[in-house]
């Protein structure tokens, strides 16, 4: 077990590595080689994609939960039908999402008729109709890869992680580079991700022993599971609703240019979320413990404010260089064509900078069985963003859903704060000792955009000169004055420790 978790851990932080260097790395040369519209179309029908992924209604977690629990129990014929239950659940599942995909795909001439093109509807279609297949076929395996994380084989399902990763935009560009459009790179990567699903099942079967037998459907049972699914499914939907609607939107009113400049922007604020949130894992362990054992209000407060002062420190940084230098960024990666996706991505960026911060606050409200209300909030502001992207789409374009999310996100945000010093956080004391770091944030930007108008930025040399710059002053400044002894301790005691090995 503990080895299992090491090592699944440490392979989580290798696939995010990977994540964010094939992200950097590929777009650009995705970009280029599809084209601006073809893009546009790819990410369109990703989108698609993952909106029927909503189809999973929260279960996947429930799969986790409950084969462990029965597994636990070591009883064969409950774990058989358990099982068996969820392998049914999905296959309906799985049918339901392959009709809407259809669906779709034949009513795609009208849904999308204001954004695409004749020709690019016709493209559209196919591409539907193969996610649509790739969905049916998908949903009912997603049961193996539950039963092995139920069964705490985390590392290998970590390293199929890792190898999607690895695969997926290498065979994009493969795909690409060999003549083929939107459509063949579609087919190859269902083609892989279907194989890769497979490797879960050969393992459930063949390593693990695992028996599916549906010995009787027990419906009181599976209506505790969709209980349990519902709030996970509803934060969901608010989530996909803010991160993905956008986009639909966008095709369905503008163009498959909106989409694609929006796409890059989403590729951004993915980096910028993965990058502000590896630290933030490490101390959830330490706060289920401390939940469990009733520790008091100000004691998770003081947790709350640990993980947030350096939450805050790291989104700041890379925040603040984003708004100096991220126009010079995204010209020079993305192409000139692609400049709007500056100021779409610093105002969800932004949007995202309190939640990014206070990202324990959700793990506190779960221990505390306080997160239905985060749940029917965040939905109820996804509807408003989703109201209100409408007309700002048509008004503005692409960053008038940009601007949607934005006022969303801060309502979301205020309501929050609100309601985390109703179950029992002390607000006020968080917000005097982790706010208080906008001082040097504001600082540091101001600085960093005298610093600006004074030299040329127009090449990766220049922006990486830039950044370091930047980054020692934001960490000298910092380290100085507004970091404490605890902050300074995760810094400088590695460090020495590395120059005592060495001296040694």
Not at 470 to 487: D, K
Request: hydrophobic share 55%; net charge positive; aromatic share 14%.
């Amino acid at each position: 077990m503990g080895k299992q978790i090491k090592f699944g851990v440490i392979l989580t932080y290798i696939s995010t590595f990977i994540n964010i260097i094939t992200g950097l790395l590929i777009t650009p040369i995705t970009l280029r080689l599809f084209g601006q519209a073809e893009y546009g179309l790819y990410s369109l029908a990703l989108s698609i994609m993952g909106m029927l992924f909503l189809f999973d209604f929260g279960f996947s977690n429930a799969i986790v939960k409950y084969v462990t629990q029965f597994k636990e129990k070591d009883n064969k014929k409950e774990y058989e039908n358990i099982n068996a239950m969820f392998l049914v659940l999905y296959s309906i599942i799985g049918l339901l999402a392959f009709s809407c995909g259809m669906f779709a795909a034949f009513g795609a001439d009208k849904i999308f008729a204001n954004g695409l093109t004749t020709e690019e509807v016709a493209k559209f279609t196919i591409m539907l109709q193969i996610v649509a297949v790739n969905l049916g076929i998908s949903f009912p395996l997603k049961l193996f890869n539950g039963i092995i994380i139920a069964h705490e084989k985390f590392i290998f399902s970590k390293l199929i992680t890792v190898v999607r990763f690895i695969i997926n935009p290498l065979i994009t560009v493969t795909i690409l580079f060999m003549g083929f459009s939107s459509i063949g790179v579609l087919i190859a990567i269902s083609i892989v991700n279907f194989l890769l699903s497979l490797i879960d099942v050969y393992y459930c079967f063949v390593i693990l022993k695992t028996k599916i037998k549906l010995h009787k459907f027990d419906f009181r049972l599976m209506k505790e599971i969709s209980m349990y699914s519902l709030w996970v499914f509803i934060a969901s939907l608010a989530d996909f609703i803010y991160s993905r609607t956008d986009m639909f939107i966008l095709g369905a009113l503008v163009n498959t240019a909106a989409v694609a400049i929006y796409n890059v922007a989403e590729v951004i604020n993915g980096l910028y979320t993965k990058l502000t949130m590896v630290l933030s894992g490490f101390f959830l362990p330490r706060l289920v413990q401390m939940v469990s054992k009733n520790v008091s209000n100000h004691e998770l407060t003081t947790m709350f404010i640990r993980v947030s002062r350096i939450q805050f420190l790291l989104a700041a940084l890379v925040l603040t260089g984003f708004a100096l230098v991220g126009n010079e960024f995204i010209v020079i990666w993305a192409g000139a064509d692609y400049v709007l996706a500056y100021w779409v991505a610093l105002l969800v960026m932004s949007s995202r900078f309190i939640p990014v911060v206070q990202v324990l606050a959700t793990s506190i409200l779960q221990a505390k069985n306080e997160h239905a209300f985060q749940s029917k909030l965040y939905l109820g502001v996804a509807i408003l963003n989703l109201a209100i992207s409408i007309p700002l789409a048509l008004t503005y374009g692409v960053i008038g859903v940009a601007i949607g999310t934005l006022v969303g996100k801060i309502i979301n945000t205020i309501v929050m704060n609100f309601n985390y010093a109703k179950v029992g956080i002390e607000m006020k004391r968080y917000l005097k000792e982790v706010f208080v770091l906008f001082i040097p944030m504001t600082l540091v930007f101001i600085i960093g955009f005298i610093l600006k108008r004074l030299v040329d930025v127009t090449t990766w040399f220049d922006i990486l000169l830039f950044a370091l710059v930047l980054t020692a002053f934001y960490g000298g400044i910092m380290f100085r004055f507004f970091m404490n002894n605890s902050e300074k301790d995760m810094l400088v005691k590695p460090l020495r420790k590395i120059i005592v090995r060495k001296a040694s």
